[in-house]
T-cell receptor, first 114, second 112 residues
Framework: GNSVTQMEGPVTLSEEAFLTINCTYTATGYPSLFWYVQYPGEGLQLLLKATKADDKGSNKGFEATYRKETTSFHLEKGSVQVSDSAVYFCALSDLGGSNYKLTFGKGTLLTVNP | SQTIHQWPATLVQPVGSPLSLECTVEGTSNPNLYWYRQAAGRGLQLLFYSVGIGQISSEVPQNLSASRPQDRQFILSSKKLLLSDSGFYLC???????????FGSGTRLTVV
C-alpha cells in the first residue's frame, strides 16, 4: 500500500535559518504529492503540490521538488520566520479514480524562535 | 469560490452522550467528503469518506458513524461517546477528478 515517511520532529530553528523537512514515499504508479501546514488550533491548509516527476511546487517561500528516482518530496525554505511555526504534513494521493484518498505522514512540528 | 464549513468549533460532552458534527460545502457539486480525527500528537486518521449521497466508507471500526443526507452535507455521529473519542475532528472535500483536499477549520471535542 501507499505510505509516507517524514522526519520526526520537533524541529526548532532560529529566525532566518534554512529549513529542510524530509519526506519519502512508497506508492504504485505516479501519485501526486502535497505539503500541508497546520497552524495551532486550525485545520490543515494546502501549502504546495506537485503532480508529476521533476515538478517543483512553491508557495510563501517554501519549495519542494518531486523526485521520482529517490521517491522524495523534501520541503525547504531558505529563511524561516516566527510565523512559520506550525505542523507540516507530507501527503500523497493515490490514483483510484473518483474514489481517491490522501495518505498523510505523521507530521513535523516546526518551532521558529526570534 | 468553494468553501467548507464545520461546526461547532469546540464541544465538551459527557461520556455516554450523543454526538453530531456537521460539515457542509458550498460552491461545488458532487464532492468527495472525508472525516479525519487528529488525536493527541499530530497524526491524522481517516475515519470515513463518501463519494456520493448515502455512500459511506468506513476506514476503521469505532464508536462513530457518518451519514451524507445531501450532496454537500456530511455528518459525523455517535450514540454514546467514549473518553477515547476526544480529539480534533476535521472535515475535508475534494473534487471528483482533482487532487488534494480542502479542509474545514476543525472541531475540538473533549469527552469528560
Amino acid at each position: 500500500g501507499n505510505s509516507v515517511t517524514q522526519m520526526e520532529g520537533p524541529v526548532t530553528l532560529s529566525e532566518e535559518a534554512f529549513l529542510t523537512i524530509n519526506c519519502t514515499y512508497t506508492a504504485t504508479g505516479y501519485p501526486s504529492l502535497f505539503w500541508y501546514v497546520q497552524y495551532p488550533g486550525e485545520g490543515l491548509q494546502l501549502l504546495l503540490k506537485a503532480t508529476k516527476a521533476d515538478d517543483k511546487g512553491s508557495n510563501k517561500g517554501f519549495e519542494a521538488t518531486y523526485r521520482k528516482e529517490t521517491t522524495s518530496f523534501h520541503l525547504e525554505k531558505g529563511s524561516v520566520q516566527v510565523s512559520d511555526s506550525a505542523v507540516y504534513f507530507c501527503a500523497l494521493s493515490d490514483l483510484g479514480g473518483s474514489n481517491y484518498k490522501l495518505t498523510f505522514g505523521k507530521g513535523t512540528l516546526l518551532t521558529v524562535n526570534p | 469560490s468553494q468553501t467548507i464549513h464545520q461546526w461547532p468549533a469546540t464541544l465538551v460532552q459527557p461520556v455516554g452522550s450523543p454526538l453530531s458534527l456537521e460539515c457542509t460545502v458550498e460552491g461545488t457539486s458532487n464532492p468527495n467528503l472525508y472525516w479525519y480525527r487528529q488525536a493527541a500528537g499530530r497524526g491524522l486518521q481517516l475515519l470515513f469518506y463518501s463519494v456520493g449521497i448515502g455512500q459511506i466508507s468506513s476506514e476503521v471500526p469505532q464508536n462513530l458513524s457518518a451519514s451524507r443526507p445531501q450532496d454537500r452535507q456530511f455528518i459525523l455521529s455517535s450514540k454514546k461517546l467514549l473518553l477515547s473519542d476526544s480529539g480534533f475532528y476535521l472535515c475535508a472535500w475534494s473534487a471528483q477528478r482533482a487532487y488534494g483536499y480542502t479542509f474545514g477549520s476543525g472541531t475540538r471535542l473533549t469527552v469528560v
